[in-house]
């Protein structure tokens, strides 16, 4: 019975052309990656400093177990909770120039836990989102069960409509991401604030793709505009630029409490392994050192945006590391990935759920590893 079922699941969603296979390398990921014995150029990591695999951060890991073992084995209410991990949050929230600092063994964890926290204690609340945030984002919103207001992606005068909309709701929590992760364009983080602002509404940002790329020190792009004041909440995640693991919040002292007596997703959670703050601990002082890194990078994405544009390449609004190119149809993604792959380029094709309909792409992320020669070669091939 319910090898039929799945069997029947299975067919509906290949028949749709939409089945997702695990693909397996047999290396540590960088600019280069190894599949099935061959090497291939890897512009689909986000590891966007270089660091995974940074021999500085894994021996900081290496000392940390051999100090406290690998596992913490309780919750942080419990007795999980280490002196380094208050260390790394004090790090993190002076980062961020916020007040507080609050982990989680993931990014996604740490949206889903972060939006029904606050959602859950009011019953006239409401959530206001950017039609294009990530999946952690609105499954923290649908958990919550409040209300889902939605506006135009990156639009402004849509947010404004909707939160004029919403004037009667008592706690509106209005939520975007600064860098989008699928389409590499950005918020206009200064006029999103002052909305809030204006119509009393709580502004959370996610900086997934910015914190470490963006702004002096890598602090992101709330920083880097100057309006990380006006910001409530920050969500960043260690597993991408930090090339280690884990989600954080950043916020006011108050914020971090509410969420050590509210947050699901924190309380019934096994503290974070002390090995990963120290490798945090150690990735973060590298990030702050990494202007140069960062130079590279805004470089080549600049120059390979031109060039795609220049080719009449679809590539929406990508101001950022992040480039897709837009081909639409699902089946013509996917020759396109397969046929850079037979010419030693791995991009997987990205297709509807995760984008919308008719928006299937292949998504380009290019890294500090990268070299002017490795982009010439992708625009040649392609
Ligand atoms: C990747 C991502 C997350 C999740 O972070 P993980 O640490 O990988 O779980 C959250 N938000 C955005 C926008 C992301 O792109």
Redesign the pocket.
């Known amino acids: 019975m319910f090898d039929s079922f799945l069997s029947k699941k299975i067919s509906e969603i290949k028949d749709a052309g939409l089945l997702r296979t695990l693909c397996c390398s047999e290396s540590a990921p960088s600019a280069k990656i190894k599949i099935n014995g061959r090497e291939l150029i890897n512009f689909s990591s986000?590891n966007y400093l270089d660091l995974a695999g940074n021999k500085e951060i894994t021996n900081a890991a290496i000392k940390t177990i051999e100090k406290y073992g690998f596992a913490a084995t309780s919750s942080r209410l419990v007795s999980g909770n280490i002196d380094i991990h208050e260390e790394l949050e004090s790090k993190l929230s002076d980062f961020k120039n916020k007040q507080a600092a609050l982990i989680f063994p993931?990014?996604?964890?740490t949206?889903v836990g972060v939006i029904s926290a606050l959602m859950s204690t009011e019953q006239e609340s409401c959530i206001i989102m950017d039609k294009l945030n990530?999946a952690?984002?609105w499954d923290g919103a649908k958990l919550s069960g409040k209300r889902i207001f939605v506006y135009e992606h990156c639009d402004m005068n849509s947010l404004e409509k909707t939160l004029k909309r919403t004037y009667e709701y008592k706690f509106k929590l209005a939520i975007t991401?600064s860098v989008f992760?699928m389409d590499g364009d950005f918020t206009p983080l200064k006029d999103f604030a002052q909305l809030c602002q204006k119509y009393n509404a709580v502004s959370m940002v996610?900086e997934?793709?910015s914190t470490g790329v963006f702004g002096k020190e890598g602090k992101g792009f709330a920083e880097m505009l100057g309006v990380s004041k006006q910001i409530d909440i920050t969500?960043g995640?260690?597993?991408?630029a930090f090339a280690v693991q884990?989600?954080f919040v950043c916020g006011s002292q108050k914020l971090r409490n509410f969420l050590i007596n509210k947050c699901r997703a924190f309380i019934y959670t096994t503290a974070v392994s002390p090995a990963i703050c120290a490798a945090a601990l150690k990735s973060l002082e590298i990030v702050k050192n990494s202007d140069k890194k960062r130079q590279h990078l805004h470089t080549i994405s600049a120059l390979l945006k031109n060039k795609l544009t220049n080719l009449d390449f679809n590539t929406t609004n990508s101001k950022s590391q992040i480039i897709p190119i837009i081909t639409g149809n699902i089946e013509n993604t996917e020759k396109l990935s397969l046929n850079l792959l037979k010419n030693g380029i791995y991009i997987p094709a990205i297709k509807p759920p995760t984008v919308p309909k008719n928006q299937a792409r292949i998504r380009i992320s290019l890294t500090a590893g990268h070299t002017l020669q490795d982009i010439e070669k992708f625009l040649k091939i392609l």
């Open positions: 986000n993931s990014g996604y964890q949206n990530h952690s984002l991401e992760s996610d997934a793709h969500i995640t260690l597993s991408k884990g989600g």
